[in-house]
């Protein structure tokens, strides 16, 4: 028995030796430099706690009793080294890497035996209704941490609170190892146990008198609290994300009830498994009940409790009524009330105090002007941005200016802030205000002074990249040129950049600028660089791919081997990463934190999405079909809507039955981030199914593809049945890294067909029935800052078709259609957008161009003087309605094969601060947009259809693109279409 356990100790022996020994000098980190230069600041600090973290089999009550630094001890450098010269001379580590971690009660004194075991990845079983990223958030996940048996403990605690924070009181958390020696990992399992979600019980307000106690009762279930989402009713499901809007609700009551500065935080919760209820405490600390008026002047309450510090801090302490008063008087001042006065009166009753702020607005005035001068080497260009002082816009009521003293203080600090940063030192800013007839006139004195100029500049610390690698075009800043931070700045930011795209991960750069002896106005500058390690990929492992193949992982993040390790690029994959629609979660690291190694190896960390997918919907419709039809319009497939008369009417009849819709998604199919789309709608009049393909990389290609085939019958409208079937495949693939580039082929095959249609003229005959098949492709180039609101930038796009009858098509043509759109901004806000949009459709061979493939224009993205697509050409067509009322003549567009549309518009933002929600997010527009469609392609005819219009029009700005509301008026009358149109739509018209 004892030499079993002497063998079994000697092979155990072995193995830890040859782990030790398997990993090379190059990969192996030692204490980071940083660490070893602040060790001398923790000299005296408490220690909270000495951890031996880096393998999990390690007999840790064995090695601490080795250690001379201890916990609840002061911090002792000497006591450190001593600790780890006794770890490696037990033969426990190769090497000994010491990590400090600040905690509140002190240092967390980390001692890592190398080589270590690092985490690998979380994953979480049992947790049902939590996403994976948000329980990665609670748990603190370290991207690159030692293993630590501490941090697995604090994790299992974090969860556990997490989730009784959400109504989970008996959830279980256990941790599971699992060791992955091949990449010396250690993945974590934690195995939860829910249990049931508790419900609300009853609730206490403890420190509020029990008056007010029923008051905040009744305000938690009430109505109100419901539509804020802040009720916290007896017997509904648990929620923190309730208790934290209640919280918030009672704080904004009790400032209702005049408790001034109170607050309202939650105290605990009181969980009875026999019940299953939870019974709420909130901490209630009241403030001094005080009201607080406002005379003379009219304030919201939002804008009242952003201006006035007693609403949020407890206590009337004179500093805070006058920084009250303060805050008053620069708010009527920005608005134009530049003699505003605010006084105060403190009125004290029985168990209250009145504070009264007494405003004297005086008249409202404007700044006329706002002038710079003694600005002899920067322009008024680089300063003018600087100015928080205003002028008030030419526009009448539009804005009065921007003026107070707290203002012009900070236009003050502003420029010299510029001028420093210019190598300006002695600047100095002097505001001259002039008050003519309560109009204000402010005029910035600058005196310059000398400028700071480079006398000499070294470069100390690039030891392995010259400096022609880190600055290809040179140092902005040079010997003999003023000094500029800002030049500074930029060297800063191309010579990091530079080191970080060469895998220097922990390279710094430090600029210090010294006057020289001769001359206060001559600086020696010195560039101080700390190269640290040249990083190198050693190997590439991927975690938590279960369902997705390696080949599209490595396809997708492109790293390899044998490369420098660049911050930059594994970013940049785990965006592919995202991309793909497979994970919900991914992340890149390198496997341990950079210090002192060379080599390291990168671990591509993914979690999946779920693969399947389903929707639907089930309901029940009546149907009553035909009579007068309601909107007065009628659109038919693959035309433009068109007007009909209120005397047409059709035959009714009701028609009912059931409707449902359905849907399946499968993501990630066959492992290779294809996804497949099923979909079906069901109903007595409209019957569709739908079936949708997509690959990112079509044929092992870097082309992305989609096949997409669908069909329909639809006869809800009384006027006419339609049918269509439509299949198209298209593959895509970026032309540039920035993706903003790219090109689009396609092949697109529809069948359209048109029956019971009871307007003959409406469709010509031949357009019935119509097979349209295509080989298309569309470049597009897209550098706007927004593609919902551009403020600059450019868009252009190309598209061309050519529908052939040799791949099925009954036609023969060719259609191309262009846009270019330009945005600038030129100053003051106002951008200057531009559009240039042309579409040419030309048959051959003797055929034709369908109506449904011909262009229209008119509306609110187009052609604003004209209504939605009743620009061009006019047909008449002959309406007879059902009954026996006579016929009527319409106007039908008719189209047309040649497209201009020329769009020009000024976008400018209204600079006056409204009460929230409105706020700065006005503006206007004024705009030109000229055009038509032509029956030809070609100029014949040209001047005479080309249409002038111009309008106006005002903007809301939206996180979904502007609220848009356009008043256009057409130049070029047409006889029968008004020539004023109105329009309100979202998003910008180009």
């Not at 531009?834 to 051959?844: E, K, V």
């Amino acid at each position: 028995m004892r030499v079993k356990t002497v063998l079994i100790f000697c092979v155990f022996a072995l193995r830890a030796a040859s782990l030790l020994s398997q990993e090379p000098s190059s990969k192996m980190p030692k204490t980071a430099p940083q660490v070893q230069e602040a060790l001398s600041s923790y000299e005296g600090q408490r220690i909270a706690v000495v951890e031996i973290a880096g393998q999990p089999d390690a007999d840790t009550n064995r090695l601490e009793a080795l250690l001379s630094v201890k916990a609840q001890q002061p911090f002792e450098q000497a006591k450190v080294n001593q600790s780890i010269a006794a770890l490696k001379n037990s033969g426990a580590a190769k090497e000994v890497e010491l990590e400090l971690r600040p905690q509140p009660d002190g240092v967390r004194v980390m001692l890592v035996l190398q080589p270590a075991i690092y985490f690998g990845i979380y994953t979480f079983s049992g947790t049902g209704r939590f996403g994976y990223s948000r329980l990665l958030q609670v748990a603190d996940y370290p991207p690159r941490g030692v293993y630590s048996a501490i941090d697995v403990t604090n994790t299992t605690n974090l969860l556990q609170h997490f989730f009784q924070q959400n109504g989970f009181f008996k959830a279980e958390v256990h941790p599971v190892l699992d060791n992955d020696t091949v990449h010396k990992l250690v993945n974590v399992n934690f195995q939860v146990t829910l249990g049931r979600h508790a419900k609300f019980g009853k609730l206490f307000f403890d420190g509020a008198p029990p008056k007010l106690q029923t008051k905040l009762q009744h305000d938690l279930t009430s109505w109100k609290a419901r539509l804020r989402e802040a009720a916290v009713r007896n017997a509904k499901n648990y929620s923190w994300r309730a208790l934290q809007k209640a919280t918030q609700y009672l704080e904004s009551k009790l400032i209702d009830a005049d408790y001034l500065g109170s607050r309202a935080q939650l105290g605990g919760a009181e969980y009875d498994p026999e019940t299953n209820r939870a019974d709420v405490h909130f901490k209630i600390t009241l403030g001094q009940l005080a009201h607080v008026q406002i005379d003379g002047a009219h304030l919201w309450s939002r804008t009242r409790h952003r201006l006035l510090p007693m609403y949020e801090q407890a206590g009337l302490d004179p500093e805070i009524i006058q920084e009250g008063r303060d805050n008053l008087a620069s708010y009527f001042q920005a608005k134009g009330y530049f003699d505003v006065k605010v006084n105060t009166d403190i009125q004290q009753g029985e168990s209250t105090e009145n504070i009264v702020y007494k405003i004297d607005k005086g008249r409202r005035h404007k700044v006329t002007s706002v002038q710079i001068a003694g600005n002899h080497t920067l322009s008024e260009a680089d300063l003018r941005g600087q100015l928080k002082v205003q002028k008030a816009s030419p526009i009448p009521f539009f804005s009065h200016g921007a003026f107070s003293n707290q203002l012009v203080r900070q236009s003050v600090i502003n420029m010299e802030k510029v001028y420093h940063a210019e190598g300006f030192s002695d600047v100095k800013v002097t505001p001259e205000i002039t008050k003519s007839g309560g109009n204000i006139a402010a005029k910035f004195h600058i005196d310059e002074g000398t400028r700071d100029l480079v006398a000499a500049l070294r470069l100390q610390g690039n030891d392995t990249v010259p400096i022609e690698k880190l600055a290809p075009k040179g140092l902005r800043v040079a010997e003999g040129q003023p000094y500029s931070a800002r030049r500074v700045d930029a060297d800063r930011n191309e010579i990091v950049a530079q080191y970080l795209r060469m895998g220097y991960l922990n390279a710094s750069f430090r600029a210090t600028a010294a006057k020289t002896k001769s001359d206060p106005h001559k600086l020696e500058v010195v560039y101080e660089i700390t190269e640290g390690p040249r990083v190198t990929i050693d190997s590439i492992a991927t975690l938590g791919a279960l369902q997705t193949r390696q080949s599209l992982i490595n396809r997708t993040t492109q790293l390899k081997a044998e490369t420098p390790l660049r911050e930059d690029e594994l970013f940049g994959a785990e965006s592919r990463l995202y991309n793909l629609n497979v994970f919900d979660w991914a992340e890149i690291d390198p496997r341990r934190q950079i210090t002192t190694q060379t080599d390291e190896d990168v671990l591509v960390k993914v979690h999946e999405a779920k693969r399947n997918e389903i929707q639907y919907g089930v309901g029940f419709e009546v149907i009553n079909r035909g009579g007068s039809i309601p909107s007065g319009t009628v659109a038919v497939g693959g035309l433009p809507p068109v007007g009909l008369p209120s005397s047409f009417k059709t035959s009714e009849k009701t028609f009912w039955g059931p409707r449902g819709t359905f849907q399946y998604t499968r993501r990630n199919f066959r492992g290779l981030g294809e996804s497949v789309t099923i979909g079906v709608l069901g109903a007595r009049l409209d019957q569709r199914v739908a079936a949708g393909y997509t690959n990112p990389y079509f044929l092992g290609s870097d082309w992305a593809s989609s096949v997409n085939i669908a069909a329909e019958r639809n006869s809800e409208n009384p006027i006419f049945t339609s049918r269509y079937g439509d299949f198209g495949l298209q593959v895509q693939k970026p032309l540039n890294k920035t993706k903003d580039k790219t090109l689009t082929l396609r092949y697109d095959y529809r069948r359209t067909s048109l029956a019971n249609l009871l307007i003959p003229q409406l469709v010509p005959p031949e357009d019935l029935n119509v097979r349209l098949s295509s080989l298309g492709a569309a470049y597009s180039y897209d550098t706007r800052d927004n593609a919902l609101d551009a403020k600059k930038g450019f868009y252009e796009t190309a598209e061309f078709n050519l529908y052939l009858k040799g791949i099925g098509s009954d036609v023969d043509f060719a259609r191309l259609r262009g846009q270019y759109a330009y945005y600038k901004q030129i100053g003051a806000g106002i951008v200057w957008a531009n559009s240039l949009r042309i579409g040419l459709a030309q048959p051959f061979s003797g055929s034709r161009v369908p109506t449904s493939e011909l262009f229209f224009s008119g509306g609110g993205s187009t052609l604003r003087g004209f209504s939605l697509n009743n620009a061009g050409q006019q047909r008449d067509v002959q309406v007879c309605s059902s009954d026996a009322s006579p016929c009527s003549l319409i106007k039908v567009p008719s189209g047309g094969r040649q497209l201009l549309i020329i769009n020009s518009e000024l976008r400018i933002p209204v600079p006056i601060t409204f009460p929230s929600p409105i706020n700065r997010n006005l503006g206007f527009a004024a705009f030109y947009d000229g055009g038509n469609v032509f029956p030809s392609v070609g100029f014949h005819h040209f001047a005479p259809i080309y249409s002038n219009s111009v309008g106006i029009g005002l903007r809301y700005a939206t996180p979904l693109g502007p609220v848009r509301v356009d008043l256009g008026h057409n130049l070029n009358v047409i006889p029968g279409i008004k020539p004023w149109q109105i329009f309100i739509t979202l998003g910008q018209a180009f």
